[in-house]
């Protein structure tokens, strides 16, 4: 099975790590705690406590399992080596919505990362991909489940 590649800006690399040393540092420590707790009260076959607790142990090393998987496969993107000449991934676009002269600002990033409230869109969403690759004056067409937004690309910067 091939490995799937993570790309990452170095911010996006950087939380995953955090999040992880955060999970296995902390709430493993906290979780192993509320299980030894539940065990104290004894009987377990009748031990909501002690289930609850099995779960949330089993879902947090399905969590850390997943970020280590991320981690290990993460391409994280130099955006120093990138020019800004046409947009990439890591790169900060302000657009024009040419149907209503609305502007918007968004940054390129891997699927791991996208986060649309603070701006942040996939570059396998549709206005992401269709974004990557044109430069500055240049007018795009995208179809989206909405219908068709029409775009002009007024800047390109590294985010």
């Known amino acids: 099975m091939a490995r799937e590649e993570v790309l990452l800006t170095r911010e996006g690399y950087d939380k995953l790590v955090a999040e992880h040393e955060e999970l296995v540092a902390v709430r493993r420590l ?3 705690e509320r299980l030894k707790e539940a065990i104290s009260y004894g009987d377990l076959s009748e031990n909501a406590e002690y289930d609850a607790a099995k779960n949330e142990q089993a879902e947090l090393e399905e969590k850390i ?4 998987t991320m981690i290990r496969n993460a391409k994280v993107i130099d955006e120093s080596e990138i020019s800004s000449d046409r947009v990439n991934l890591g790169h900060t676009v302000k657009v024009e919505y040419l149907d209503s002269g609305e502007i918007e600002e968004y940054t390129i990033v891997g699927s791991n990362e996208a986060d649309p409230f603070e701006g942040k869109i996939s570059n396998e969403s ?3 991909s269709a974004l990557i690759g044109t ?3 240049e007018e795009i067409s995208i179809e989206i489940p909405d219908g068709i937004i029409h775009l002009k690309v007024l800047e390109i910067s590294r985010s």
Request: glycine fraction near 24%.
């Open 30 to 32: 906290e979780v192993a």
């Open 135 to 137: 430069g500055v004056g």
């Open 126 to 128: 549709a206005v992401g």
């Open 65 to 68: 399992m997943k970020l280590e």
